[in-house]
């Protein structure tokens, strides 16, 4: 078969794990639909707030990732106009793949240069024209879409939404005329052989994956601890990047009840974190928003009830036993459903973390969402 070819632009892929959701969305794409298409990958060679290079791996040259994909790691003080049009011109795709909205070399220049080729371009919006992407820098944010929609750059390009809300967004601030096509992110495959004990430990284990960060809500998860009476653990693992904002994180930490634990463990490798998560009982992620939330839905899949926001996708968990989904402006949302988590029976438990594997189950085996992803491309290449 002709596979059709695909050449993806984005700041951060694997080895990379630091920049969370998206470089898991690609995985986690590229995986599902290597069967039907040919990825070509162009990315930085470094991760997330990092400027040393990635190891083992040779920068500027086109270098097989696996089978079915290649990526080109351009060094920073490379990164320029001419070298990216060389390099998208040095391979036949058939399609453009852009990641996100504000990055200057890997969403804006690409759209630019990519539109001189004639070939179909889908910029994958990422929830960065959902209301909470404009807590942070939201005033230059909203001066590139002015110029954006008073300069046409997105004319002749079509949108990807992961989701009916977002798609909403992304027409108020592009342009209710703009193309924009829904597909789900796809989820990490199931490995059925991982899942957490049917039995709550004792203390009762709860665990954060994400950034140490505002947006990711860690300082408002700690302070919801503050009148939680029963005994738990909380493991945060993600990076820092914000020192202030993690020295305020200790505070809290040390003001914190003799029966409340808390202890930082560091960077969790992306591909490490369903394994870690058997470790324990309850997955915690009070962020102000998620477009998706890959680290969610893993937790699910290992049999962990979660306590997350009010902001994501995952709606209506109680009635399902999957967890809570609170508004975190109140305080006392947070350390009710703490409370709640830890108080129940092991019996009940046992039920509620059987239905989170099972919903989880459902839906990362579902084909619908690989169909509307193949979809996606698809019905681009055809217009």
């Known amino acids: 078969m002709n596979k059709k070819k695909?050449?993806?632009?984005?700041?951060?892929?694997?080895?990379?794990?630091?920049?969370?959701?998206?470089?898991?969305?690609?995985?986690?794409?590229?995986?599902?639909?290597?069967?039907?298409?040919?990825?070509?990958?162009?990315t930085r060679n470094t991760d997330f707030g990092s400027d040393e290079s990635y190891a083992n791996i040779e920068p500027n040259t086109w270098i097989a990732f696996n089978a079915y994909t290649k990526v080109y790691y351009i060094v920073a003080s490379d990164l320029n106009s001419a070298h990216l049009k060389d390099v998208m011109n040095s391979i036949p795709f058939d399609l453009a793949f852009v990641n996100g909205i504000y990055s200057w070399y890997f969403s804006i220049l690409p759209v630019y240069l990519l539109k001189k080729t004639?070939?179909?371009?889908?910029?994958?919006?990422?929830?960065?024209?959902?209301?909470?992407?404009?807590?942070?820098?939201?005033?230059?944010?909203?001066?590139?879409?002015?110029l954006a929609r008073l300069f046409k750059i997105y004319s002749g390009v079509?949108?990807?939404?992961?989701?009916?809300?977002?798609?909403?967004?992304i027409k108020n601030e592009i342009g209710q005329s703009a193309v924009v096509r829904i597909a789900p992110n796809l989820p990490r495959k199931l490995d059925k052989q991982l899942k957490t004990s049917s039995q709550k430990a004792q203390p009762v284990k709860f665990v954060n994956v994400a950034r140490i960060s505002i947006e990711k809500g860690t300082l408002k998860t700690l302070e919801g601890l503050q009148g939680v009476t029963q005994p738990l653990l909380l493991d945060l693992y993600g990076p820092i990047y914000?020192?202030?904002?993690?020295?305020?994180?200790?505070?809290v930490i040390s003001k914190l009840p003799k029966h409340i634990k808390v202890a930082y463990k560091g960077v969790l490798e992306s591909e490490d974190v369903p394994a870690t998560l058997t470790h324990y009982d309850f997955f915690v992620l009070l962020s102000e928003g998620e477009n998706f939330g890959h680290a969610i839905l893993e937790a699910l899949s290992v049999g962990l009830p979660v306590i997350i926001s009010n902001r994501t996708p995952w709606k209506d968990l109680e009635p399902n036993r999957l967890g809570w989904d609170i508004n975190t402006a109140h305080k006392e949302n947070i350390e009710e459903a703490f409370s709640r988590a830890a108080e129940l029976s092991d019996a009940d438990y046992s039920k509620w973390s059987q239905a989170a594997y099972t919903y989880a189950k459902a839906f990362?085996?579902?084909?619908?969402?690989?169909?509307?992803?193949?979809?996606?491309?698809?019905?681009?290449?055809?217009?």
């Not at 639909?33 to 162009?42: G, M, Q, R, T, V």
């Not at 990422?126 to 807590?135: C, E, K």
């Not at 690989?370 to 217009?383: D, E, G, H, I, S």
């Open 118 to 146: 004639q070939k179909p371009i889908i910029v994958s919006a990422r929830g960065m024209l959902n209301p909470q992407a404009f807590s942070v820098k939201g005033r230059k944010k909203k001066i590139y879409l002015t």
């Open 364 to 383: 990362i085996e579902n084909p619908e969402w690989v169909k509307q992803n193949k979809a996606l491309f698809l019905n681009v290449l055809k217009t």
């Open 242 to 251: 914000d020192k202030a904002y993690w020295n305020k994180c200790e505070e």
């Open 6 to 42: 695909i050449v993806i632009t984005i700041d951060w892929f694997l080895p990379g794990t630091l920049s969370g959701g998206p470089v898991r969305s690609y995985a986690n794409l590229i995986a599902h639909l290597k069967d039907d298409f040919e990825f070509y990958i162009i």
């Open 158 to 169: 079509s949108f990807h939404a992961t989701n009916a809300d977002e798609a909403t967004c």
